[in-house]
């Protein structure tokens, strides 16, 4: 697809920002319910009616880019979101306008849709077969249906909507390493206590999926000519599991993800929800300037920074409820404060994990501003 | 080893066998659920100290609520002696029930008894809980999303204007920080499952 110089030079930036040799801070794109309020529509009007859905989420990154230099963008705009998300997790997600009211945002339905037994059917069918069955469990094919054909007819117009208005989208798929889906399907509690009872069994489980799902992902980044994805890490997180669950379960198999995305020429973005800090080191792992760490303001972004040096690039990390309670000064001043902490260089700055769907429109100013004005 | 020991080693069937062992040797009851509490004083000090982490207190979580439930029936009226009494729910437009159930259980480990009033909990279910425990002290709301604020403060100040003005409240959640307290008109917020028990002791 043709670029242009703009769009050329940003992700010229974002691959200098990974390398440690960008001038200033970068500033990347995160919400991705975020426009809707701010261009007079309903989450569900935002999610389902994809044309003007989408246009409202360009017209609002354009409006911030106004103020100050949006770079990159690391949430793609959210059409028929609930769709995507329910096959990320393996969970029924509630929609707006469907189980919700019109102005509230999808939410994950916490419950046990997969049997404990269901881990001896999957070593023995394989992921795929398994999937295949388990999927109407947790959504309407005909929906997989409408979203797979809204993908390919609106798709290529978006792609090109993004580069003509100069943005590269850094994120075009969503990893979900096999315990965060085993997590989903599950639910929480009920895989929490699988992991103390039958770890060697969902490692077994785990290393079946790993080379399906990681396959599909690599065929769908191809065909969309991706920059990078998101490896995943939201239940697993450090401050979530203890040492022994997320050594056999969760990491080996977030460096794998990393490790083949980059063998394939695409950048990993390893979105990390929660706390990291106890094993923030294992990132020393993962080739030197070769990824990037998305946090969401609960790990401790200047230790990391001390103990991986210029090992890996930052992308976050100011919490939700300052865009959302906060004022620009406060904003500003978070932001300030980070980038004295962790230094310019390496250093993309958007929100902990997506920001919020109540994010005040000056609040999102200021923290570009802020970031692009950092002397 | 001890009872206390094996729930703060998160040994469940060893807790479980030891248990049953001790009610058929006639141990006292209360005895022995004290010494489940004391196991998980000690899982919760180990979640402060940053030696277990959220896994290990669901797990602990279960298996004290798996023992409470051989153990309660035989404590009779002993049993029913509590520290306090909490009124907990997530607040209306919020389906999240994780961390309710998490506090929920830390709470009862920590020997509170729980009114929960369930998800998306609308701000009446909540007023009403506490109008029918006039004893409940303490009212807890969970919340997830930011774009649930406003239920939060529509919830405090609907226990407010319903004259429930000796009732604390404490929030919590992903999004919840002091800012979030001074948009409420909360009385404080806790950031983890073990906050909300050192909370709700020093609120009674």
Not at chain 1, 169 to 186: D, Q, W
Not at chain 1, 318 to 343: F, I, R
Request: proline content about 5%.
């Amino acid at each position: 697809m043709q670029t242009n110089k703009l769009y050329d030079e940003r992700l010229e930036l974002y691959k200098k920002t990974i390398k440690f040799e960008n001038e200033r801070p970068s500033t990347a794109y995160g919400g991705p319910a975020t426009p809707a309020a701010h261009m007079g529509m309903t989450i569900k009007d935002y999610i389902f009616d994809t044309k003007r859905g989408f246009k409202a989420y360009i017209d609002y990154i354009n409006l911030l880019n106004n103020e100050a230099p949006v770079d990159v963008i690391n949430t793609p705009y959210a059409g028929l979101f609930h769709i995507p998300i329910s096959m990320m997790w393996l969970s029924k997600v509630k929609a707006p306008g469907i189980e919700l009211p019109d102005n509230s945002l999808w939410q994950v339905m916490e419950k046990e849709m997969m049997k404990v037994e269901d881990y001896d059917k999957i070593l023995e069918q394989g992921w795929a077969e398994f999937q295949q069955e388990f999927l109407p469990k947790v959504l309407d094919m005909k929906d997989l249906q409408k979203f797979i054909e809204y993908q390919m007819a609106e798709g290529p117009e978006q792609a090109k909507a993004m580069i003509d208005n100069s943005y590269p989208l850094v994120n075009s798929m969503g990893f979900t390493p096999p315990f965060e889906a085993l997590c989903g399907a599950r639910s929480m509690t009920k895989f929490f206590m699988d992991c103390y009872k039958l770890l060697d069994k969902i490692k077994d489980v785990q290393d079946v999926m790993f080379p399906v799902q990681i396959e599909g992902a690599l065929q769908a980044m191809k065909q969309s000519n991706a920059i990078g994805g998101w490896v995943g890490g939201w239940r697993g997180a450090s401050g979530m599991v203890s040492p022994k669950i997320w050594d056999t379960l969760v990491w080996p198999y977030m460096k794998k993800a990393g490790d083949k995305l980059l063998e394939n020429g695409f950048i990993p973005i390893f979105h990390l929800d929660q706390n990291w800090d106890r094993d923030i080191e294992r990132f020393l792992e993962m080739p030197r300037q070769s990824c990037i760490l998305n946090t969401d303001g609960m790990t401790d972004l200047k230790r990391a920074r001390k103990l991986l040096g210029d090992h890996v690039a930052f992308m976050g990390d100011v919490p939700a409820p300052l865009l959302s309670n906060g004022t620009p000064e406060t904003v500003s001043d978070y932001v300030k404060e980070l980038l004295d902490s962790v230094g310019p260089k390496g250093m993309m700055i958007t929100s902990g994990c997506d920001t919020p769907a109540n994010a005040k429109f000056e609040n999102v100013v200021a923290m570009y501003k802020t970031a692009v004005d950092y002397k | 080893m001890s009872i206390a020991e094996m729930l703060a080693n998160l040994e469940d069937e060893a807790v479980m066998a030891e248990v049953k062992k001790q009610i058929s040797d006639g141990v006292e009851p209360m005895k022995i659920f004290e010494a489940c509490q004391e196991g998980m004083n000690i899982v919760g000090k180990k979640f402060q100290d940053g030696e277990y982490f959220v896994s290990d207190l669901m797990m602990s979580s279960a298996i004290f609520k798996d023992v409470s439930d051989v153990i309660k029936p035989l404590l009779g009226t002993e049993g029913e002696a509590t520290i306090g009494k909490v009124v907990l729910g997530t607040v209306e437009g919020d389906i999240h029930d994780i961390g309710k159930d998490l506090v929920h259980a830390m709470l009862s480990a920590g020997n509170f008894e729980v009114i929960d009033v369930g998800i998306d909990a609308p701000v009446d279910a909540f007023v009403n809980a506490l109008k029918e425990n006039p004893d409940a002290k303490v009212l807890a709301l969970s919340c997830l999303l930011t774009t649930c604020y406003d239920s939060l403060k529509a919830t405090v100040e609907a226990v407010k204007e319903a004259g429930l003005t000796d009732v604390k409240i404490m929030i919590g959640g992903g999004p919840v920080d002091q800012s979030v307290v001074d948009f409420s008109g909360a009385d404080t917020y806790g950031e983890t499952a073990q906050d909300a028990v050192f909370i709700a002791k020093e609120l009674m």
